[in-house]
């Protein structure tokens, strides 16, 4: 075989390997190196394939379709600085556990280390935040390495999708010429290339352990359950029956899935950020047993709430990542979140304390009625568009959310429903970064998608609004615009006068109307609650983009929330206290 | 001391140190935990502060005030991946050689490795794209730290700037709270902060090595000395001299700044990229010695006509990084290339080849005289605005050129002229990202700065342009707007129309003229030549942000360049060849 019929043969076997092992979706960025490989790809009618321009766009893209579909997406880029733009998505998909398999095309051996063009460090070049790296070799004169590399790409897909789920980076140096052969197929009767299957257990308690874990709870009289981001499907119910069996308040962060859906929402808390904050009611809350499962939750609150207390605390994670940020954990638990709930629950026998419960509950109850009061305002502000937004979100929408303070406002402002919604945020590194490609992925991936978040996210990532457009998604923006970072508004920055401005608020005066036109987006800054509730009724009409711009003000926001706050310490002290 | 005290000592410190060593610039990116350091770098008066919200702009905004000044440039921004963004400028930086202090702040020792948010593993993250890193970490006892931070921190100043010139990263953890005291000042007095000076010596050849050498020089009938991008400030004439003294030829690439300025041209051949593709041409000129000074040049016709040279093969190299792709390096030669040809020179005595000097020169001025013919064509085109531009360049111009078919462009159109320009392109790694950031950079460093490149290249960090206007940078952009990547139509992928236009085409429909909206810029889509011209004019008047975009084909271009080569074959054959 010559050159190219080799490389043909690898690359076809190699794609072969990713179809087998559930990657059907990849997304491409233009290049030359990479050459070969793309048209592979797109030859292949089984792999969809997905343009952006940007790399670091596109990193967030696959980011999002992978989060979407819950499947491993490959992304595949030329060599050189392309490959360093995935790095923000590879981290963030590290610390979110989502599977991307990252393929970065290289230069060939011979011309490594001797200053070609487009030439880096490509081996190990995502450091510690990959799971795995595999460097792929074609041979220029048979086939012998082909079992070899079909076991170690199936090894990495196999990687990348075992708890905890991530990103893992396989470079694939190729020789010019660069233009390959028909994408070869190949049969079961092939036998250099039958399947490798790869089973995956999953890590379960023995029933010892279970009882005693069991017996814990049986003692507690005040236990809590708190929940972050969790991997399983379906694991909702789960998590509620165990905690109707104990008698436990489940506080539920928003990504949990826990505020909304068909499960049991009994004894979902929703509003501890709120209540939390208040000197007076946490302190009366004191557990002796907290279960956490899940990534860290977003509230400040509750993580400091839960570090005044001296009670036994017992974190059950998966992906074994010692996810205790507080320093509170007394006991990690390295088992499958839902098997724990589900081989627990029926070991439990407990008189749940009602008491403690209906505590909870009524608090949970007088803060909800209290935010609740922002719906009389009459000025656009950034907290009344989020409660509005969670009131508003039709049945099995998928909300996007932004870092810094839209993720925070959510918290805050999502009541539980059983109306269904799938709640995503990029909250493995919390960056500003790459959400609106993220968010476009998951568009591609599921219908009624919106996307919230403040303008500084926004402007991070217009970019992604090209791949948005060429791919055809429909998505809905609502873009928060205070002008600058909100957040530092709320920290202890603010004091710093002389400073703030020009290193955080960073008024940048954009107007977004232009970048709307740019991506040819659907585009509406309303101008009051009315305008809004009809752009996002209009919204669901609509395909393709839709910017729904909302002016806010940052000193009004921390306003907002300084008055909810003393309204519920009053009301608290009146209602709950007493 | 308490926290504060004791941060703002260290911190303090720090800053002191930096501008001890020439660090007068920093690129800030917003962020919480970079508080400290971003108040205390803006309260010193001594060291200027930029704004760049986006971090992968910021990162080559930095690499482009390194390039402007020759002197090392700070940036810093927040823990996460905030700091991820930098990547491609780092890799950039490693492989062009250019001094960047990356200041990464950190999430505190024990927030590591605990799923705290906005952490990640800052530690070597950039891997081998850097040349040291150095964790700073401050005591909350005492100040028993401060001198051993301030000579790491000086020793990774003074590795940044050390041939090889490259990036740094220092990684600095930050405990809460972030607001620092005022920043202190620091005298000669204060022994705990007496600068420690850092002598750099340069690598020189013995006198006996020298020798050698300048003999080999001396047997040589037909040397050619060839120079891609040198580091040395004057070196030009260091160069002119020695080929003037050997009778060689200098095949100079565009960044190689020996095409412009007050030096002796008289040996300088620009046009070998377009002559050596015409076999006929190439086969007559045979080298007996190669001299290679810099970086590898653009060119790839120079590429493929020297792997079919045999002669010895000299590659001088201060910077020690092996700078030969095409693998014809016979001889390797560790020494700082000012010194090399101040050295040499005197030694060599030989009576210059002019016949062989002469055959190039001719052939140089036939081959000028062909692609000078483009300039009759009345259609707009990529190769005359290269060409026009070229001619057009004002005295003590700053032309930064885009990668991809920019510089190869600027490679065939940029002839000789007394009248001197800086040219400069990212020519470490070739990406087409941070073009636009690296330009602004060199905006706010120096004046009359153009930046020519395509319209994918300018798609990639259209970000860049909001720290443009927010520094107040005076730029005027040329985009040239063929819809897609145009350097696919040169390479065999152009043949897959199947996949083209979807893989390599990628055209985006994009108008930019919503960009310049967007961030008010003075924008020109020009029509004719004279609208060209006009705008060029202009821009020298006006200041701020000037985007001149000429719309272009790309098989028209592809067309132009063919005919031009057919046009000079002919031409070679019957006036250079009988």
Redesign the interface.
């Given at each position: 075989m010559n050159h190219q019929e080799l490389m043909t043969h690898y690359l076809s076997s190699f794609i072969h390997t990713l179809h087998q092992h559930h990657v059907r979706e990849v997304v491409?960025s233009?290049g030359?190196r990479s050459?070969p490989l793309?048209?592979l790809l797109?030859?292949c009618a089984e792999i969809k394939t997905y343009?952006d321009?940007?790399?670091?766009s596109a990193g967030f893209f696959a980011l999002g379709l992978a989060k979407g579909s819950g499947q491993p997406v490959g992304l595949l880029c030329t060599s050189?600085?392309?490959t360093?733009?995935y790095?923000?998505a590879?981290?963030?998909a590290?610390?979110s556990r989502v599977p991307l398999i990252v393929l970065t095309s290289d230069r060939p051996y011979?011309?490594q280390?001797?200053?070609?063009?487009?030439?880096?460090?490509q081996a190990?070049?995502y450091?510690?935040?990959v799971k795995h790296f595999f460097q792929f070799e074609m041979s220029e004169h048979d086939l012998s390495l082909l079992k070899y590399n079909q076991a170690m790409t199936t090894r990495s897909i196999a990687e990348s999708t075992s708890a905890p789920q991530g990103p893992v980076q396989i470079n694939v140096p190729i020789r010019e010429?660069?233009?390959p052969g028909k994408l070869l197929e190949f049969g079961n009767q092939n036998v250099e290339n039958t399947m490798i299957t790869v089973e995956q257990g999953k890590r379960a308690l023995s029933n010892t352990q279970l009882v005693t874990i069991a017996a814990q709870i049986g003692q507690a009289k005040k236990g809590v359950l708190i929940c972050g981001k969790m991997e399983s499907i379906g694991i909702e119910s789960s998590v509620a029956a165990l905690a109707a069996k104990a008698g436990f308040p489940i506080l539920a962060d928003p990504l949990s899935q826990l505020r909304r859906g068909g499960h049991d929402l009994n004894n979902v808390i929703e509003s501890y950020d709120t209540f939390l904050r208040i000197e007076s009611a946490a302190l009366k809350l004191n557990p002796d047993l907290i279960i956490r499962l899940g990534?860290?939750p977003v509230s400040k609150a509750l993580k400091l709430w839960m570090q005044n207390q001296t009670c036994m605390n017992i974190v059950v994670d998966g992906g074994m990542?010692?996810?205790?940020?507080a320093?509170s954990a007394t006991e990690m638990i390295y088992c499958d979140e839902q098997i724990f709930c589900d081989d627990l629950t029926p070991l439990i026998s407990i008189q749940p304390e009602l008491h403690w419960l209906n505590s909870w509950k009524r608090l949970n109850q007088l803060t909800k009625s209290v935010l609740s009061g922002i719906e009389e305002e009459q000025e656009l502000s950034e907290v009344k568009v989020f409660r509005e937004l969670a009131e508003w979100l039709p049945e099995d929408a998928n909300l996007f959310v932004g870092n810094s303070m839209a993720i925070r406002e959510l918290d805050t402002f999502l009541f539980v429903k059983q109306r269904s919604a799938t709640i995503f945020g990029n909250?493995g590194?919390?960056?500003i970064?790459?959400v609106v490609s993220t968010a476009v992925g998951v568009a591609l991936s599921r219908k009624n998608t919106i996307l919230a978040l403040g303008d500084?996210s926004f402007?991070?990532d217009?970019?992604g609004l090209?791949a948005a457009r060429?791919n055809l998604a429909d998505l809905t923006i609502i873009l928060v615009n205070n002008d600058g970072?909100g957040?530092?508004s709320f920290?202890?920055?603010a004091?710093?006068k002389a400073?703030f401005e020009?290193?955080?608020g960073?008024p940048?005066g954009?107007?977004?109307v232009?970048?709307a036109?740019?991506?040819g987006a659907d585009y509406t800054k309303v101008k009051n609650w009315v305008e809004f509730q009809q752009a996002l009724e209009f919204s669901k009409t609509k395909r393709g983009l839709k910017i729904i711009e909302v002016p806010t003000d940052r000193e009004t926001n921390v306003a907002n929330h300084r008055a909810l706050q003393s309204l519920l310490e009053s009301r608290i002290e009146e209602e709950w206290l007493s």
């Amino acid at each position: 075989m010559n050159h190219q019929e080799l490389m043909t043969h690898y690359l076809s076997s190699f794609i072969h390997t990713l179809h087998q092992h559930h990657v059907r979706e990849v997304v491409i960025s233009p290049g030359s190196r990479s050459t070969p490989l793309a048209i592979l790809l797109e030859e292949c009618a089984e792999i969809k394939t997905y343009l952006d321009i940007d790399e670091r766009s596109a990193g967030f893209f696959a980011l999002g379709l992978a989060k979407g579909s819950g499947q491993p997406v490959g992304l595949l880029c030329t060599s050189g600085t392309a490959t360093a733009n995935y790095y923000p998505a590879v981290i963030e998909a590290y610390f979110s556990r989502v599977p991307l398999i990252v393929l970065t095309s290289d230069r060939p051996y011979e011309l490594q280390h001797v200053g070609a063009p487009q030439t880096i460090n490509q081996a190990n070049m995502y450091g510690e935040h990959v799971k795995h790296f595999f460097q792929f070799e074609m041979s220029e004169h048979d086939l012998s390495l082909l079992k070899y590399n079909q076991a170690m790409t199936t090894r990495s897909i196999a990687e990348s999708t075992s708890a905890p789920q991530g990103p893992v980076q396989i470079n694939v140096p190729i020789r010019e010429p660069l233009i390959p052969g028909k994408l070869l197929e190949f049969g079961n009767q092939n036998v250099e290339n039958t399947m490798i299957t790869v089973e995956q257990g999953k890590r379960a308690l023995s029933n010892t352990q279970l009882v005693t874990i069991a017996a814990q709870i049986g003692q507690a009289k005040k236990g809590v359950l708190i929940c972050g981001k969790m991997e399983s499907i379906g694991i909702e119910s789960s998590v509620a029956a165990l905690a109707a069996k104990a008698g436990f308040p489940i506080l539920a962060d928003p990504l949990s899935q826990l505020r909304r859906g068909g499960h049991d929402l009994n004894n979902v808390i929703e509003s501890y950020d709120t209540f939390l904050r208040i000197e007076s009611a946490a302190l009366k809350l004191n557990p002796d047993l907290i279960i956490r499962l899940g990534a860290p939750p977003v509230s400040k609150a509750l993580k400091l709430w839960m570090q005044n207390q001296t009670c036994m605390n017992i974190v059950v994670d998966g992906g074994m990542s010692w996810r205790d940020p507080a320093g509170s954990a007394t006991e990690m638990i390295y088992c499958d979140e839902q098997i724990f709930c589900d081989d627990l629950t029926p070991l439990i026998s407990i008189q749940p304390e009602l008491h403690w419960l209906n505590s909870w509950k009524r608090l949970n109850q007088l803060t909800k009625s209290v935010l609740s009061g922002i719906e009389e305002e009459q000025e656009l502000s950034e907290v009344k568009v989020f409660r509005e937004l969670a009131e508003w979100l039709p049945e099995d929408a998928n909300l996007f959310v932004g870092n810094s303070m839209a993720i925070r406002e959510l918290d805050t402002f999502l009541f539980v429903k059983q109306r269904s919604a799938t709640i995503f945020g990029n909250r493995g590194a919390n960056g500003i970064d790459g959400v609106v490609s993220t968010a476009v992925g998951v568009a591609l991936s599921r219908k009624n998608t919106i996307l919230a978040l403040g303008d500084l996210s926004f402007f991070h990532d217009m970019n992604g609004l090209l791949a948005a457009r060429q791919n055809l998604a429909d998505l809905t923006i609502i873009l928060v615009n205070n002008d600058g970072g909100g957040i530092f508004s709320f920290l202890p920055q603010a004091s710093e006068k002389a400073h703030f401005e020009s290193l955080f608020g960073t008024p940048h005066g954009l107007d977004f109307v232009h970048t709307a036109r740019l991506y040819g987006a659907d585009y509406t800054k309303v101008k009051n609650w009315v305008e809004f509730q009809q752009a996002l009724e209009f919204s669901k009409t609509k395909r393709g983009l839709k910017i729904i711009e909302v002016p806010t003000d940052r000193e009004t926001n921390v306003a907002n929330h300084r008055a909810l706050q003393s309204l519920l310490e009053s009301r608290i002290e009146e209602e709950w206290l007493s």
